[in-house]
């Protein structure tokens, strides 16, 4: 196949209800799955172990929604954004949905995330800590949290961009770094919110600012 007949798509998608429960390996799958379905032949890698063309910013974690998700595929065919589309629409499973396709130029980078505003609903009863916890949080000049996957403390305080509460909606706008940088799970653990997913809150990703 002729490379210069290549297509390089950004898909913008929404991960919502039961499928948010599925790993990125899982969506990444996923996506080949449709890509089949739907007649669209993604480009291969050379070499002993070819992998698809495809790949994603940011993986989303286990659990989370996003209405701003997006996944580049190399295509070894060139085809009209229309045309993909609505093939790939038609072959989206329910809580996926696709809002527009883009094409890129030839050359153009690999997206990488820089920011991403996250939001999740709190039931009254735990608004008044919150907003305390959160004046303190901003206040502080570093904030070191543990993770299990991790040696040694991440520092997040300097991530934070935005924290506040509205209408007994919690918004965070965090910078994200090519090294550890803050997760929304570690602000909820910060604010005292570990628990508030369990109880049936959901985490959404509202908001992405790519590179």
Known sequence: ?????????????????????????????????????????????????????????????????SRVEIVEVELVEEIPVEDAERRLRGEAPDGLTIDRIDRLPPGAPKAHIVRATYEVDLPPDRQADVRTAIAELLARGECPVDRPDRDGAV??????????????????????????SARPRDILSVLGLADIEAAGAVLTRVGSEFG
């Open 1 to 65: 196949m002729d490379p210069s007949r290549r297509s390089r798509l950004r898909i913008w998608f929404r991960k919502e209800a039961d499928l948010r429960f599925i790993s990125h390996r899982d969506l990444a799958r996923l996506w080949e799955r449709m890509l089949r379905r739907a007649g669209l032949s993604l480009a291969m890698s050379e070499g002993f172990h070819p992998k698809a063309r495809m790949s994603f910013p940011s993986a989303l974690g286990l659990g989370l929604a």
């Open 155 to 180: 520092e997040i305080r300097a991530d934070i961009e935005r924290l506040d509460l509205v209408e007994g909606r919690l918004t965070m706008t965090l910078a994200q770094r090519r090294e550890a």
